[in-house]
């Protein structure tokens, strides 16, 4: 039998929504004023999911200490308090909107995580904007 654990986690960053191929008046047309060129910020929640068989040893799917400190180490460290179209790598060509933040997430996560394990991230933009990443 599958079970599922998640472990929450937060960062706090900043991004701005802009297509350097467009001009001024298209940015604005499309992404409005997530399109500042002084940036804003969000306080992101996350959400990690592992889906797998119960270990008989552990009596665990994972122990939930390495999955919090694989998060912090990939995910907290890399983003929190960053600007993220100008301090990470991963946004430096890649337009930083939710989707792809969650992609770039569960990316990172997929090359930590025991492939055994089904890995699901689940980013909350805000209380209402959520988005989600199951590698499909």
Known sequence: MKVSVCRKAHFNAAHRLYNP?????KNDAIFGKCNNPNFHGHNYALEVWLTGEIDPETGMVID??????????????????KNLNLDTEEFKTLIPTAENICVVIW??????????????????????????????
Do not use: P, Y
């Open 21 to 25: 191929a467009w001009d001024m008046a």
């Open 107 to 136: 990316q990172l996560l997929r090359l930590k995580i025991d492939s055994k394990l089904d890995l699901k991230v689940r980013l909350f933009e805000t209380e209402r904007n959520v988005v989600e990443c199951d590698g499909h």
């Open 64 to 81: 939930l200490k390495i999955l919090k400190d694989i998060i912090e180490t990939e995910i907290e460290d890399r983003f929190d308090h």
